[in-house]
């Protein structure tokens, strides 16, 4: 029930495409979902949140979508562009002003061709 | 920018050492967590750490792991006596009290255990 469920484990898109990632979970105690991007050898990067109040944000290129009946989430890059080429992790926690636990998705690695 | 740091990028020890790592959390954050990543996988909690106790343990997190926040300054994750599976990118992150929920990593330390 502490799972979150990530697909596709690695998607290939076009410069200029639009990259959606999907990411489902079990616990309704989870009111918190931040998206992360993490490149090579690096820590992962807070990319983009959303609290179950609201069923977008957008941020730039980036945007979350959250359906809270269906208990899933995803993140839309407009126009991607190489640069973006990384591995994104979705995550989800209880929001309880600090000192709650991320629980990770198990990542997809996203390429983007010229 | 303010951000976490972590010290050593990599430490390599043999089966059964003690290794310390380090990690700087941004100034005026309040809660800690620890977190590590096997090659390729996702992301896993271990611990998190609130007013000088640990708030919560996973199962990963066991007697031969301890944590410290020995000064204003550093929070450390000890690890006794290592073993071969202890393999992995260990990550410190920090999120303040102000309600945002969001944690912030540093770069990781890579633990080889030969």
């Known amino acids: 029930q502490q799972q979150v469920k990530q697909s596709p484990q690695s998607l290939i898109v076009q410069k200029g495409g639009i990259s959606i990632i999907n990411c489902a979970y079990e616990?309704?105690?989870?009111?918190?979902f931040p998206w992360y991007q993490q490149f090579p050898g690096k820590g992962p990067a807070l990319l983009i949140a959303?609290?179950?109040?609201?069923s977008e944000k957008k941020e730039g290129r980036f945007t979350i979508s959250f359906n809270k009946s269906a208990k899933q989430f995803s993140l839309h890059i407009m126009d991607s562009q190489p640069g973006d080429s990384a591995t994104y992790f979705c995550a989800a926690s209880r929001a309880n002003f600090g000192n709650e636990k991320l629980t990770f998705g198990t990542g997809t690695r996203l390429t983007i061709i010229p | 920018e303010p951000e976490v740091t972590q010290t050593p990028s990599h430490q390599v020890t043999q089966m059964g050492q003690e290794v310390i790592l380090r990690c700087v959390p941004i100034?005026?954050?309040?809660?800690f967590y620890w977190y590590r990543q096997i090659l390729g996988q996702k992301v896993e909690f271990l611990v998190s750490f609130y007013n000088n106790e640990i708030s919560e343990k996973s199962e990963i997190f066991d007697d031969q792991f301890s944590v410290e926040r020995p000064d204003g300054s550093n929070f450390t994750l000890k690890i006794r006596s290592t073993k071969l599976e202890d393999s992995a990118m260990y990550f410190c992150a920090s999120s303040d009290a102000g309600g945002t929920w969001e944690q912030y990593f540093g770069p990781g330390t890579r633990l080889t255990v030969t």
């Open positions: 100034s005026n954050h309040l809660y």
């Open positions: 616990n309704t105690a989870f009111d918190y």
């Open positions: 959303i609290r179950p109040d609201v």
